[in-house]
């Protein structure tokens, strides 16, 4: 499978793929292409994803030859997703234009983080 990672907004300063990361999923057998500076911000140059198997791409938006495309958040990419399928931190209720547009394009979205609520007093 191939999965790509975008650059992450400028005030966004988490990361969607660590090297480490990248490493376990190249030793699976996935390809994985990320933006150039897409670990900046979370303290990962380029250089360390490439020694973990990744190709450093000079993109913010994914090629159409992706898979599934890893995001921190929905605002990382602009437009419909070319990939077939986006997992990441999705934000369905606070973005829910951004859900309905990625579904029009066809893509499957995975989002993670689904907010839970959390009870107050016993359950009993």
Same mark, same amino acid.
């Given at each position: 499978?191939?999965?790509?990672?975008?650059?992450?907004?400028? =005030?966004?300063?988490?990361?969607?793929?660590?090297?480490?990361?990248?490493?376990?999923?190249?030793?699976?057998?996935?390809?994985? =292409?990320?933006?150039?500076?897409?670990?900046?911000?979370?303290?990962?140059?380029?250089?360390?994803?490439?020694?973990?198997?990744?190709? %450093?791409?000079?993109?913010? =938006?994914?090629?159409?030859?992706?898979?599934?495309?890893?995001?921190?958040? %929905? #605002?990382?990419?602009? #437009?419909?997703?070319?990939?077939?399928?986006?997992?990441?931190?999705?934000?369905?209720?606070?973005?829910?234009?951004?859900?309905?547009?990625?579904?029009?394009?066809?893509?499957?979205?995975?989002?993670?983080?689904?907010?839970?609520?959390?009870? %107050?007093?016993?359950?009993?």
């Amino acid at each position: 499978m191939h999965l790509f990672a975008p650059r992450q907004a400028a =005030s966004e300063r988490r990361v969607v793929l660590t090297p480490d990361v990248v490493r376990s999923l190249v030793r699976a057998g996935h390809t994985i =292409s990320i933006a150039t500076g897409a670990g900046d911000a979370a303290g990962f140059v380029d250089q360390a994803y490439r020694e973990a198997g990744a190709v %450093v791409v000079d993109a913010v =938006s994914p090629a159409p030859t992706e898979d599934v495309d890893l995001v921190v958040t %929905v #605002g990382d990419i602009d #437009g419909p997703s070319p990939a077939p399928a986006m997992l990441g931190l999705l934000e369905p209720f606070t973005r829910p234009e951004r859900m309905t547009e990625l579904a029009v394009a066809g893509t499957t979205v995975h989002p993670t983080g689904v907010p839970c609520v959390r009870r %107050v007093g016993s359950v009993w």
